[in-house]
T-cell receptor, first 113, second 114 residues
Framework: AQTVTQSQPEMSVQEAETVTLSCTYD???????LFWYKQPPSRQMILVIR??????QNATENRFSVNFQKAAKSFSLKISDSQLGDTAMYFC??????????FGAGTILRVKS | NAGVTQTPKFQVLKTGQSMTLQCAQD?????MSWYRQDPGMGLRLIHY???????DQGEVPNGYNVSRSTTEDFPLRLLSAAPSQTSVYFC?????????????FGPGTRLTVL
């Protein structure tokens, strides 16, 4: 079974600085998707960014980018120019064939002013 | 479009009571699923459905039943609630046509079983 590990339960960063959240996963599949979801205090799950395993180029969405290392099974999220609104729980997730998601335990990110 | 809706937002049950968590989507998505979120464990898949009339078990199905009589609705039933089912429950849906698709989540239901 696939597993997803987020080794940082909590992190903090100063406003306007850069922070990287770590994620590793274990799978024997060759084709899959990886996602980062943001969960603010409202509890809503918001898709931040996604990466297709067959694409070598790292995904980027505005201030959010990933470092995808397929051989190392690593998928970290970099947030640049951190804003107070980035304060949230962040989940790394692996998508199996057939749209089933496997989530990590999450990392609480606090952005300080 | 309202997206994925869930009712109720909050619910308190006593041990042994039954209830149904409602989930509906108006995006004509074929794939729907239920997750539970517990502290320190992320979200875990309970049940899922690839279309009307078809359901299957996820990682933690025990204590829960589902059915899918229409494309729009995917209710989750707790037949005899237990304190271990205290959790936040999320419904999600995905559009048809691909095997790997972004999932759209509902706002969640916080359930407490006393």
């Amino acid at each position: 079974a696939q597993t997803v590990t987020q080794s940082q339960p909590e992190m903090s960063v100063q406003e306007a600085e850069t922070v990287t959240l770590s994620c590793t996963y274990d799978t024997s599949e060759n084709n899959y998707y990886l996602f980062w979801y943001k969960q603010p205090p409202s509890r809503q799950m918001i898709l931040v960014i996604r990466q297709e395993a067959y694409k070598q180029q790292n995904a980027t969405e505005n201030r959010f980018s990933v470092n995808f290392q397929k051989a190392a099974k690593s998928f970290s999220l970099k947030i640049s120019d951190s804003q107070l609104g980035d304060t949230a729980m962040y989940f790394c997730a692996f998508m199996e064939y057939g749209n089933k998601l496997v989530f990590g335990a999450g990392t609480i990110l606090r952005v300080k002013s | 479009n309202a997206g994925v809706t869930q009712t109720p937002k909050f619910q308190v049950l006593k041990t042994g009571q039954s209830m149904t968590l409602q989930c509906a989507q108006d995006m004509n998505h074929e794939y729907m699923s239920w997750y539970r979120q517990d502290p320190g464990m992320g979200l875990r898949l309970i049940h899922y459905s690839v279309g009307a009339g078809i359901t299957d078990q996820g990682e933690v199905p025990n204590g829960y039943n589902v059915s899918r009589s229409t494309t729009e609705d995917f209710p989750l039933r707790l037949l005899s609630a237990a304190p271990s089912q205290t959790s936040v429950y999320f419904c999600a849906s995905s559009p048809p046509g691909r095997d790997y698709n972004e999932q759209f989540f509902g706002p969640g239901t916080r359930l407490t079983v006393l």
